[in-house]
């Protein structure tokens, strides 16, 4: 029963650490950063996949609009929240830009830039 307890505790912090994501700028990014990433991996792992070998191109019509929404949308809120925290172009948010378009490049931005930046990560 004690296992329980820690696991709904622990879950419990877990979701009020998460607020932050939801009230800052640079969180707000972080997150859009991961969802922008896991679109990438749903496109790439399932959708590509089902179309190729299994001759379904419904998941590619339906995920690859989405994720192409999500790039843009991380392209425009990296360049807001750069200029909103002043960042300097040159030493953080060129590599942000640069990281969304190499694959899987959000989920290292996230890990090595933004969650230094972000007041509450």
Request: with cysteine.
């Given at each position: 029963?004690?296992?329980?307890?820690?696991?709904?505790?622990?879950?419990?912090?877990?979701?009020?650490?998460?607020?932050?994501?939801?009230?800052?700028?640079?969180?707000?990014?972080?997150?859009?950063?991961?969802?922008?990433?896991?679109?990438?991996?749903?496109?790439?792992?399932?959708?590509?996949?089902?179309?190729?070998?299994?001759?379904?191109?419904?998941?590619?019509?339906?995920?690859g609009p989405?994720?192409?929404?999500?790039?843009?949308?991380?392209?425009?809120?990296?360049?807001?929240?750069?200029?909103?925290?002043?960042?300097?172009?040159?030493?953080?948010?060129?590599?942000?830009?640069l990281a969304?378009?190499?694959?899987?490049?959000?989920?290292?931005?996230?890990?090595?830039?933004?969650?230094?930046?972000?007041?509450?990560?």
């Open positions: 029963m004690a296992i329980f307890t820690v696991f709904k505790q622990t879950l419990l912090k877990n979701i009020l650490n998460m607020k932050h994501y939801f009230v800052t700028s640079v969180g707000r990014l972080r997150l859009l950063a991961f969802i922008e990433g896991i679109s990438l991996l749903v496109l790439i792992f399932v959708a590509v996949p089902m179309k190729h070998f299994f001759d379904n191109p419904v998941l590619v019509k339906v995920i989405v994720h192409g929404a999500l790039f843009l949308l991380f392209i425009f809120n990296t360049l807001r929240v750069g200029v909103e925290e002043g960042w300097k172009f040159r030493a953080t948010t060129w590599k942000v830009l969304c378009i190499v694959p899987f490049g959000t989920f290292y931005i996230d890990y090595s830039i933004l969650r230094r930046i972000d007041p509450g990560g």
